[in-house]
């Protein structure tokens, strides 16, 4: 039996970058088809080229080529020949193996959703996509729930829901794939179960990224949001400024990251830096309260904590950090242990000092 997809990539090196394959590989996952099998050859190994197009023509029914541009007539004239058909003018030859052939180097003519278009009608299915984004979740939790979801799709013999999870420092992008053949009643409560099981760390139902949600409902409860930051260097406030119309809630940014600018800028008390330290909660909640003071800010973000790589000339940790969100005069501050190198503490701070503003306000 035919494997249903396989992708070659083509490159001039032994040692192969595949990150442009790996881009492929994540637009078809999100129409729903993934790959049997992915072989790298190199440019110069012509057995090996001859071999894996062979191989792929005789035992699977589509095949997705990644090559440089200059390869493109030497290919298409061998896989013509073997196949006995001609590519179009984007890219796709079609006859019982259908190859399509897109570039790693130069822009493409032919799409993710050519392909997908192409699949589809070959299999008489079609898919589509929804997606849940969080912050936090543990692994164990989000096993748990997707496997909840695959023996409820069991149990009532339906096509199986398919998943691609992405995380960025603690904040996880979930694409649940369904095909149209799936009934609408067990997809909602797949979608039900997953949002419960996630719960408290959900923060979208839609592909939206965790700082333009935070700008969205800054916008919808009409407040203006200002950002005191330490360790994360004035990350949390890019992260903001990033988002187009931002200037409708952002006020201001501030990046005291010594004890003067804290005391100076935001009325540290310097009592409270001699016997708590500038990485502290108490700190932070000073921190957080100096911007809202200004009576110019409704929400006030700040961060305080050691990135590493050494500590800070005390015996508090690398990874410790507080988190400081004042809402009005409500000030509530979250203590970390973050792990990981200089950048993963700093931006998994920076996703958490987003997404803890949002559900102050949420």
Known sequence: MRGKLAMLVFDTRRSLDFGVAEE???SLAGGGFYFDKVSRIAFDDSDGIVGAINDGRENYANLLVVCPSRMEQTLKKFISGVCAAQFDSVGILRCEVNVFMVFSDVANRLTAKDIIDVLNARYSVKYARTFIRFVGAPYSVINDAVGEVKALCRENNAPEVLFNLEENYGDFRMEIVYSDVTPKMLLDKAISMLVAAL???????????????LVRLLKLRRMKL???ESFTGGGVGKRIVDVAGASEVYFEGLNTYSNEAKMQR???KELTLKQCGAVSAETASQMATGLISTGNCDVGISTTGIAGPASDNTAKPVGLAYIGVAVGEDVAVYKFNFVGDRNKITETAINQALFLAYKRLK
């Open 24 to 26: 492929w590989l994540k």
């Open 199 to 213: 719960g408290d760390y959900v923060y979208a139902l839609e592909d939206i990224t965790l700082a333009r949600q």
């Open 226 to 228: 200002g950002i005191a």
């Open 266 to 268: 935001l009325g540290v």
